[in-house]
């Protein structure tokens, strides 16, 4: 049969599957020997088709996945969108929305290809029609950004479209077996989760303290300057620390519980080696590999303290920024979001920063990692209000928590979010040392808990 696969596309990767005829080639097949397997014919439009359909054979449309990748491989998003057909969607991997056409898929691309992806199929189906093919199974990148490993499910439609084979939709979807949900954790729980940290403490044994720490978990600690957001920094820390026997007990305690999450916020007391000492904390936990771990560990002096004991030194001391500065912190970065620049954005950051994204699950501690975040997150020209805010002060840092709402200029569409900001005096300068930002809870529902609340209905 003659090919369907334009000259252009005639790739030498194309021509190294259809010689070799790999086993990942081969991978979806059924029946040994078949060139093309008919599943029917599906109605095209006009614009769709250029003359007869076109045959292609299995190899032929696996080799179509490496005209992508090898698109993927140039950094270039209008390259990569225009492996995609006139009237074709994209569901991707990382991004709640369907795109439709050129300029929504290369803006998703644009962000996208700054991870430099590289994929392989590590198994796939492959069906053949009259006039469109259908790749099938799950892939693997590695990120050439950051080195990390991922893998997708995925599922490409192909159409023959102006005398070569297009992408006419294209779904990917992340690994559903692994993606953690939690069982409900009630508030006595999480205040329990203390206790395995103070047992961890008991132990004198850093390395112990450091595993109840998640793999990406961020802390500042009470008598460092310096956040720890890796594992041999965070035992660094506790190899001095644990020299005082540490042991900690909650005087008050606040707790607020999400989806895969939660939060304990208050006042601890420690006695190390005799001696009292009060600090305040804030632990959020997230679930990971099946186990509650800390994602985020702040722990500060009582300010009020520290300040009266100070006041034979008070020219050595950061006069307190005042609560509408504070807030007005907030202006500086909501300005910097109006510029749609994601440089000027990440630039409101500290040298030492942590940002905990609303649509992302990975911590960002650097600037370039920032900066990437907010490359995709400015496409939706956000502008945010403060709804509600509460601030605290100490020397040389403040912290702004409450809840404030965005307008995404690109859609219209409203969102409210709980935010902290942690703000740290830097070379004369407010800077953003934390920042976690955090949909509403309550309008995030567990999936099991959702199918409870079904089946109760259904037996009402």
Not at 241 to 252: R, S
Not at 317 to 329: G, M, S, T, Y
Not at 376 to 395: C, H, M, N
């Amino acid at each position: 049969a003659a090919s369907g696969l334009s000259t252009s596309a005639r790739s030498p990767a194309a021509s190294a599957f259809s010689l070799e005829e790999s086993s990942t080639a081969l991978h979806g097949r059924r029946r040994k020997g078949s060139k093309k397997r008919t599943f029917g014919k599906v109605k095209l439009n006009s614009d769709t088709t250029s003359g007869a359909a076109k045959d292609i054979t299995e190899s032929e449309v696996r080799a179509l996945f490496s005209l992508w990748n090898s698109a993927l491989a140039t950094g270039d998003s209008r390259i990569v969108a225009k492996r995609y057909a006139k009237t074709s969607i994209l569901l991707p991997t990382v991004s709640d929305t369907p795109r439709t056409d050129f300029a929504s898929i290369k803006d998703y691309f644009d962000a996208f290809l700054l991870k430099q992806p590289q994929g392989k199929i590590l198994e796939g189906d492959i069906r053949i029609g009259d006039g469109w093919a259908q790749d099938a199974g799950v892939y693997e990148f590695t990120m050439g950004a950051t080195g990390d490993v991922v893998k997708a499910r995925y599922t490409y439609t192909y159409v023959f479209e102006n005398n070569s084979w297009k992408i006419a939709h294209h779904h990917s979807s992340v690994m559903p077996e692994g993606i953690d949900i939690a069982t409900p954790i009630t508030e006595d729980e999480v205040r329990g989760l203390f206790h395995l940290w103070n047992d961890a403490l008991a132990t004198e044994d850093p390395d112990a303290v450091a595993k109840r720490y998640a793999k990406e978990g961020v802390l500042l600690p009470t008598v460092s300057d310096v956040p720890r957001t890796d594992y041999d920094s965070i035992k660094d820390y506790f190899v001095n620390f644990l020299q005082k026997k540490p042991q900690g007990v909650i005087l008050e305690s606040n707790v607020m519980v999400g989806t895969n999450w939660c939060q304990d916020a208050g006042i601890y007391e420690f006695d190390l080696l005799g001696d009292k000492v009060k600090a305040r904390y804030s632990f959020i936990y997230k679930f990971e590999d099946g186990e509650w771990k800390i994602a985020h560990h702040h722990s500060s002096v009582m300010p009020e303290a520290q300040l009266a004991g100070g006041s034979s030194k008070s020219e050595e001391i950061q006069k307190p920024i005042e609560d509408d500065e504070v807030r007005a912190l907030f202006q500086l970065w909501n300005g910097a979001l109006a510029t749609e620049d994601p440089d000027t954005v990440a630039q409101r950051y500290s040298k030492t920063p942590c940002l905990l994204p609303t649509v992302s699950d990975t911590p960002r501690t650097d600037y370039d990692s920032i900066k990437s975040y907010f490359v995709d997150f400015l496409q939706k020209k956000p502008q945010g209000v403060i709804l509600e805010s509460y601030v605290t002060s100490g020397a040389d840092w403040c912290m702004d928590d409450g809840i404030y709402e965005f307008t995404m200029g690109a859609t219209g569409d409203k969102v409210k979010a709980r935010y902290s900001f942690v703000y740290t005096l830097q070379d004369g300068e407010w800077k953003i040392a934390h920042h976690h930002s955090s949909q509403m809870p309550e309008e995030i529902v567990p999936k099991a808990m959702l199918e409870e609340a079904q089946k109760a209905t259904a037996t009402a």
